[in-house]
């Protein structure tokens, strides 16, 4: 892998002017390999974007030193007589504006392949750290109970794109949700909808998510009750450490089949949708 | 580094500076800038060698033969360190920086200092 990753690098070093790219190649291949070693497995794919960076701000400026220090003699004709300096200065001045626009073409060319490989490598980045498909920070045990507690029993993590909701073991004699709860009085529910993917939010009067877009419903545990959805909402596993409630969301866990429901729990009042 | 009383610019300062603390190859060089800067300034492989080339060219550091680390020596590794001139290069863009870092305290514009690591 680090060597796949040194070729790709060494393949992009060719913007550089010869000049140095001849000198220091090999020197550059092995600081970014060393690079690659420091920074371990997760963290390849940044060093290689923050490498192409790199490049992409020091091509420009080492193809304009080379350009700068190039001497004009070496690119002019032979050396000829006096007499003749008419004839040698225009000759000149061709060579150098051949040289200036190949050079130009070179550094435009440079500068879009190095913006839209960057732009493509940024897309593809996985987001491994923070935010949705990450291991969500939902807050302290405390924080969240109180207000899964004063929200009825749900409460939206946006970040998590999920619900949390109060669950009791009791009401679970099967352990249907004991993996997803992680022995944590809390799961997690995707708020997507498994039907057509609504966001579905939850309606205070009936105690249920009702899906605006369809009207499937689901109960406080997120299980079928009614409407085209095939199942229950998806969910994510719930963990406790060090006193915060994390959010899986790497996995989306599919949610119980329509006859798989457990929580009993009718309707408290209308439905948020009409009849 | 056309003017010898031209500011260095500012990745061949973090070399120099970095050299100032014994003589590096590059990686050991990148990594030494980012911890003496506190992670704020990043030099990659290219701007690095970049730096290097013209810093040789201008005789401010040379490339040595001795091998400071036995354990983790490399043939491939090619390793720097500070000439006279440019220490004494180091040593006046050091002094132009501190200067400034005199008005700024001056003018009251120097707010509470960051505690700085021992270099």
């Known amino acids: 892998m680090h060597s796949r990753l040194a070729e790709v690098y060494r393949a992009l070093t060719a913007a550089y002017p010869p000049a140095l790219r001849d000198e220091f190649r090999d020197d550059m291949v092995q600081a970014f390999t060393d690079q690659l070693r420091a920074a371990g497995a997760g963290r390849r794919w940044a060093v290689l974007a923050s490498a192409i960076t790199d490049l992409a701000r020091s091509v420009p400026r080492e193809r304009w030193e080379a350009l700068r220090a190039a001497p004009l003699a070496a690119t002019a004709g032979p050396p000829v007589e006096a007499v003749r300096v008419a004839p040698q200065r225009r000759q000149h001045m061709a060579t150098t504006r051949r040289r200036f626009l190949r050079h130009s073409l070179a550094l435009a060319g440079a500068g879009v392949g190095a913006s839209m490989g960057g732009a493509s490598l940024a897309f593809l980045w996985p987001n491994l750290r923070e935010g949705f498909g990450a291991v969500i920070d939902a807050g302290t045990v405390a924080a969240v109970t109180e207000a899964v507690g004063a929200a009825g029993g749900t409460w939206a993590v946006p970040q998590a794109r999920s619900y949390l909701v109060a669950y009791d073991p009791a009401d679970d004699p099967g352990g249907e949700y004991a993996d997803v709860t992680g022995g944590t009085p809390f799961m997690a529910l995707y708020q997507r909808c498994v039907h057509l993917g609504c966001r579905v939010p939850w309606c205070t009067s009936s105690t249920r998510f009702e899906c605006p877009c369809h009207k499937s419903r689901y109960n406080r545990w997120g299980e079928w009750q009614d409407g085209p959805a095939p199942r229950g909402l998806d969910r994510f596993t719930v963990a406790i450490t060090e006193g915060r409630v994390l959010v899986d969301t790497r996995t989306v866990i599919t949610g119980p089949s329509r006859s798989g429901a457990v929580l009993d729990e009718p309707p408290s009042g209308p439905s948020c949708l009409g009849a | ?119």
């Open chain 2, 1 to 119: 580094m056309t003017e010898p009383n031209a500011p260095l610019p500012a990745a061949a300062f973090h070399i120099l500076l970095a050299l100032a603390g014994g003589e590096r190859h590059g990686y050991a060089l990148m990594a030494e800038v980012e911890q003496l800067s506190d992670g704020a300034v990043r030099i990659g492989p290219g701007t690095l060698y970049g730096s290097i080339k013209r810093l040789l060219a201008a005789g401010l550091i040379a490339e040595t033969d001795s091998r400071p680390d036995p354990e983790l020596d490399d043939q491939r590794r090619r390793y720097y360190q500070l000439t006279g001139v440019g220490r004494a290069a180091l040593s006046a863009e050091s002094a132009r920086l501190a200067r400034l870092v005199e008005v700024a305290t001056q003018r009251d514009v120097l707010g509470p200092l960051p505690r700085l690591r021992e270099v």
